[in-house]
Each structure stands twice: as C-alpha cells, then as structure tokens.
C-alpha cells in the first residue's frame, strides 16, 4: 500500500510518457530500496527514475549507458528545499557524476553538486568536470546547485569532445568552481547546449586561469543567464580560442551580475581577507585568484596586484594555481626571497593566454607540476615581461616542460630570472615554439636534468621560427641526452648569444648547442666550455644549418663545431680557447678571476649588441674601458691596471696597438728623469701569472720615447697560444701594467 501510495503521488507531477517507469527510492537511512545512489542506478532499467532522499551521499555515480533520470524529492514536490539539502559529495575521488557511456535520454533534477575533482582522461593525463563529466550523450540538468569542485578542464561541468552532445539546463547554478582552463564550464566539442530562458541559470565567481568561467573550445555557444560575474563580460570570464586547430565563440545574456570590478591598484596579504575592499594594506584580500577576479584595467589604466612577503599555497593561504592574467596586469611582490607562491605541485604557477602587456616581478614561483608545462606556460598572442623572479623546482609529469614554456606569438621578456632545479630529474626548463621572440637578460639556468624516457633536449629548445636572444645569461649544470644547453629545431631565424656563460653542461650527445634544419646562431663575447668535446653540432639532415662566433672563448675552438658537412661556421676575430680562470665556490662559481684570459678580450665595438648597464652580478657592464667574455665582468685588476697618475711624469705605458692583435702588436711608452737614469724593463706575462717574455733596455736622454715589437714569440721563440697577457713596465721605481690580447 504504501508503494501504491507513492506511485500515485510521483505520477500526479509527471509526464504521461514515465507514467509506467519504475521508481527506485534510495536513502541514505535504510528507509528506501538501497543507501547509495550508484546502487540504485546499477538496478535500475532505461526509463527508470531513482528518487533520492535527503543526505550527504559521498559517491561519484556513473549512468553506466543507462536513461534513467536520478532526482531528489524536488522532483516530486517542487520544494527547492532539497536542493539543498540533497547532496553528492564526490569527496575528492573523481567526478561527481559521469556520463559518458552514450546516454541519449537522461536526466538529473534537484542536487547540490560537491567536492568532485574529475575524471581522468588517460591519453591527457589530466582530470576533466569535478562536478559534472559529460561525453557524448544527451542530459538534461534541472534544478542543480555546482559547487565548491575542482578539475585540470572544467571546474564545474566539463562537456568533453564530441559532435552530438545535446544539453539542456534548467535553472543550474555554478559557483565557486576551480580549474585550469574552463573554471565554470568547459565545452569541447560542437554539440545543442541549450539554456532555459524561463527558468534561467546562474555562473558567477568560479575561478579559472584561463576562461574563468566559460570556455568553448568548439563551434557556438551562447549562454543565456539570469546572474553572471560581471555584467559585461570579457574574455578573463567568458573566452574561446580564435586561431589555431581548436577556434569557437561564446557569448553571455545575462541580466544581473555580482561583482563590481575594481578599476584600481588591490593588495594581497597572508592575513587578508576575500571579503575585504582589497583597496590598501589594511584592506587587503587573502588570495591573489580573487584579486584577478575582482580587478579591471585597460591600456589607459594599467592597475597592479601587490603583493605582501609571505607564502601563497594551497595550505597556507588556500591559494589556487595556475594563475591566469589579464591585459595590463602587474603582480608585484616585495622581493624574490620574501614573497613566495607555492603551487605544492597542484598545478603550474602561471596560465597565460592571449594577454597582452602582463608584468610578473619580484617573487618566486615553486613546486608547480602539471603534464606538460610545470612553471609558466605562456601561449596564443600573449605579451608578458618577468623581472626579478626565482623559478625553482618546478616539473612536469610526462614528456615536457618543467619551468617556462612560450607558444605561438608571443612575446616576452625575462630579466634577471633564475631557473634552477635541484630535482634529479624534470624536463626542457625553457621551451619556446612557433613564431615567438624571447629576451632573456641577466638570467641563470642551472641544474635542470632531462631524463632521457622523457624528452631528448637539455636546458633550452626552441623550434619553428622563433627569434630568441640571450645576454649576460648563465647556462650551466644542465644535462640532456642529444643537447644539454641549446637546441634549436626548424629556426629560420636567428639566434643570438651575447655576453653569455655556458658551462658545465653534460651528458648529451650531439653536442652543447644542437642545431636541426635552417636554423643558425651567433654567439658573440660568450664561454662555451662544457662535458661534450662538441660544442655546436650540426643535424647531417634537414636544411643546412650555421654559426656565427667572433670574440668567444670556446674549448677546443673551431675544431668543437660539428657541421656533418650541413652547413656554414662563420670563425670570426677575437675567438680563444684559454681556460677562463673561473673564481669558483658558490655564488661567484662563474665570475672571473683578475687573471682570466676573458678580461677585456670582448669585441671592441659593443655598438648595437643592446647591452644592459650591469652584468649578471650588478657589476657594470664594460669596466676598464673594453668589455670582457661571459656573463659576469671582472671588477678586480691585476696591481696597477692604469698608469699612475703620480708618476705620470717618470713613466706613461700607452695600451698596444692592434689590441686584439694576431701576429704582431706594437707597445709604446714614454720615461723621463731629471735626476739620474735607470734600465727598464718590460715583461710579458700570461692570465696563470707565468712569464712568457722579457724586454731590457736603457734610457739615454730625457723624455724618452720607446717602442718594442712583440711577434707573439716566448723566450724560446715560440708562438703562445691566443689569450689574454699582461705586460709591465718597471722603471727607476716605479711600474705601470696593461692587457692585451692575442687571437688567431
């Protein structure tokens, strides 16, 4: 009787056609056929309706294939009530609820959808729709709260590749959902998704790095809500690729919204909190994904996000990564060592894409993982500069980037940024592909190791006409097994390597710097000295490839170049091959010692080489009047480096002439004393300190003028190898020493 009793109650509020379907009631104390709702949906037949009772059900409920509509007691009684207070909590475990087992005729009315985290698309590796996973099927949603999920594509419901999804909702409402791309709802696919515009929906204040709370990857889509976000939305809200494989377009009808954006500087603090103005320090929000949410700006009214020191993470502060961006954006921290985002590897720091004008500077970015790119993926016409930044241990978990990635035109600039890694294994720190322009200046690579199952490149990889250019840069202690340093694939531009440092690189195969069909380099005042006894190497196949090296100090010199007879090494002037005489112990483990043969042995003429005022240590940049080789410029001099203006009078020791000379240069000095005269003599020593040659001779009249000829000759008159010498003049008390340097 009782059953007759509820057939009769469910059938007054339904449709004709599920008139004679059974119901299957499901409670979670024992009153109804079974607790759980996926064991309802396990017995139930196409046609089926299991009714849910009042609870937390902490499930994750596939359909299995079946048509069945899963409902609670809104359903039956039109009392919104238990909306709220029916419950799946998918506990963290996968989706909430799944279909993908080409449902055509379901239906779910009248839950609050919780705690999903997705489901797991194998050939991605990621997660997809922590609420909601929709794959080619057909479902109507009515009556649902999306809340409080999280994903890697589509926080709240992810509609995943297909041609013939069709989707209907009815009065749904996503809030507060998290995911890297798609944070409210995530549609791939050219599907009928259709919105109630009786019984509208709600999308507002889900968080996404990209398309915070839309994203349409494919076809149409628009969306017709009673609340959204914000009243005019823009591309940060609501977004769909323009170019490339995947294009789509979204729109938004939506009459009310719940923000007011911010049009001013908002500030960040561990102690903050969301519900704050965000409009000063004493005002400030807890959490820098609510700072993107809250802020506006425009090219007019650049705005910033500051940030307090301290540590922004998931536990700590209840931070969600990756961070997406706006146009005309800056974050700024209160210095790299003090403010600190950790992603706990979550996710990677940072997801920019088509952003324009974007500053990041004055923090570190850790612990980021994710499949492909762990630290900074930079993508799709995106501008973007990072000053004063720390990138470490961050990693990807299949064949990929670990630190920074940059895709398809783009532009950016790095400026004093350390990439460092002390993981055994992680992947490319620095990848850029497909029409990209890079500059990274005054930056470190150090200790990033590409196992070789994952990826075949070292440190940097650049690929399809891409434009990169390196100054004052330390590459070192990297390793991959084809290139450890640099490799450059399909370039048809050019490279460029100024004032750069790359050293100790190991365990590759083809070479430090790996050069593969058309692509060419230029590397000018720059150490090249690493494991593999070749240093630039040559794809034999594909299009030809060249280098360009002039003022370089290069182990092995030309001889270190592998062309495989496929193409061109242009061996300009100024290249030695001389130990640089590294000072050694961390930090200064690649600055140069007083006696390094690199010292003022760079190119004569810096004119348009862009070079900044400083070098990578804040030294500056050309010191001694003659800029030297590598990253770092020496600060010290040997004794005496400029004559003594004291004596100016006694003795003046003029500098060599050519200076870098090949095979002859000429040395010139003036002695003068009024009271007696003395010998003179001038000495010729190597960067180690050691004497090569030596000049004696007397002065016969005041003010003397003396010219000497060295050839390049020791004292058993053989030729010294190219470097840099010192040569002093001591006379009647007094000495004067200068540099020069002897090239090939």
């Not at 009042?54 to 294939?65: F, K, L, S």
């Not at 978990?397 to 294994?425: A, R």
């Not at 002037?573 to 043969?597: A, C, H, M, R």
């Not at 003397?704 to 001591?730: C, F, H, S």
């Amino acid at each position: 009787m009782k059953h007759f009793f509820l057939f009769c109650l469910i059938t007054a509020f339904l449709p004709l056609s599920s008139i004679w379907s059974s119901t299957i009631i499901v409670d979670i104390n024992g009153t109804g056929d079974y607790t759980s709702i996926q064991e309802g949906i396990d017995n139930a037949a196409d046609g089926d309706i299991i009714l849910v009772y009042p609870g937390t059900y902490y499930e994750n409920i596939d359909y299995t294939g079946k048509n069945i509509t899963v409902a609670s007691k809104y359903y039956t009684t039109g009392d919104e009530v238990y909306i709220n207070c029916t419950i799946i909590d998918g506990n963290n475990n996968g989706s909430c609820v799944t279909l993908n087992n080409e449902e055509t005729d379901a239906e779910i009315f009248g839950f609050t959808i919780t705690n999903g985290s997705g489901y797991f698309i194998s050939n991605h590796n990621y997660y997809a729709g922590g609420g909601f996973f929709l794959s080619n099927i057909s479902v109507h949603l009515s009556h649902i709260i999306v809340e409080n999920n999280e994903a890697d594509y589509g926080g709240g419901i992810c509609i995943y590749s297909s041609s013939w999804n069709t989707l209907q909702f009815t009065n749904v409402t996503i809030i507060n959902n998290f995911s890297q791309i798609g944070g409210g709802m995530y549609f791939s696919g050219e599907g009928n998704a259709s919105f109630s515009e009786s019984d509208k929906c709600n999308i507002y204040l889900n968080y996404a790095a990209y398309g915070s709370d839309i994203y349409n990857q494919l076809g149409t889509l628009h969306v017709i809500v009673d609340t959204f976000t914000v009243q005019e939305p823009n591309k940060f809200y609501a977004t769909a690729p323009d170019s490339g494989l995947y294009q789509g377009e979204v729109t938004v009808d939506n009459q009310n919204h719940k923000i007011e954006t911010i049009n001013q500087d908002v500030y960040i603090s561990p102690d903050g909190n969301n519900a704050n103005s965000g409009l000063n320090w004493n005002e400030s929000f807890q959490n820098i994904y609510h700072a993107l949410i809250m802020i506006q700006s425009d090219s007019t009214h650049p705005n910033t996000i500051y940030i307090d020191e301290g540590t922004y993470s998931p536990s700590v502060t209840g931070e969600f990564f990756a961070l997406g961006g706006k146009d005309n954006i800056s974050f700024i921290g209160t210095g790299k060592e003090f403010t600190i985002l950790d992603a706990e590897q979550t996710a990677n720091l940072f997801e920019i894409r088509n952003v324009s004008d974007l500053l990041v500077k004055n923090v570190t970015l850790k612990n980021g993982q994710n499949c492909y790119d762990g630290g900074v993926s930079i993508e799709s016409h995106s501008s973007t500069h990072f000053d004063d930044i720390i990138l470490k241990n961050n990693n990807c978990m299949d064949d990929g980037v670990s630190q920074i990635e940059l895709y398809s035109d783009c532009t950016s600039s790095f400026h004093n940024v350390e990439v460092i890694s002390t993981f055994e294994t992680n992947g490319v720190a620095l990848q850029v592909c497909n029409n990209t322009s890079l500059l990274l200046n005054k930056c470190k690579i150090i200790g990033n190791v590409v196992e070789p199952s994952t990826c075949n490149f070292g440190a940097c990889f650049f690929a399809n006409n891409c434009s990169p250019v390196f100054i004052n840069t330390l590459i070192a202690e990297n390793s991959g097994p084809i290139s450890s340093g640099i490799s450059i694939l399909w370039g048809y531009k050019q490279m460029y390597v100024i004032n750069s440092t790359i050293v100790d690189n190991k365990d590759c195969s083809e070479g430090t710097i790996n050069l593969v069909g058309n692509s060419h380099i230029t590397l000018i005042n720059t150490i090249l000295r690493n494991d593999p006894t070749t240093e630039i190497w040559f794809a034999p196949y594909d299009e030809p490839n060249s280098a360009s090296v002039e003022y370089c100090n290069i182990e092995g010199g030309i001889d270190a170049i592998n062309t495989n007879n496929n193409g061109t090494v242009y061996w300009g002037e100024g290249n030695i091959d001389e130990d640089p005489l590294f000072v050694g112990g961390d930090p200064f483990s690649y600055e140069l010692t007083k006696y390094s043969p690199c010292i003022d042995a760079g190119t004569p003429d810096t004119t348009g080489l862009h070079l900044p005022a400083t070098d990578l240590a804040g030294n500056p940049r050309i010191f001694n009047g003659r800029i030297d080789i590598g990253a770092y410029e020496c600060q010290d001099t040997v004794s005496i480096d400029q004559p003594d203006t004291t004596f100016i009078h006694n003795l003046y020791l003029f500098q060599n002439t050519p200076n870098p000379f090949i095979n002859e240069t000429e040395i010139l000095f003036i002695t003068a004393d009024y009271e007696r005269v003395e010998d003179y003599t001038l000495s010729i020593y190597n960067a180690k300190g050691q004497l090569v040659r030596r000049f004696d001779g007397r002065t016969n009249n005041f003010w003397v003028k003396t010219k000497i000829v060295w050839d390049g000759t020791n004292e058993q008159g053989r030729q010294v190898a190219p470097g840099a010498y010192l040569y002093k003049l001591e006379y009647n008390g007094h000495a004067v020493v200068r540099k020069m340097v002897k090239i090939r």
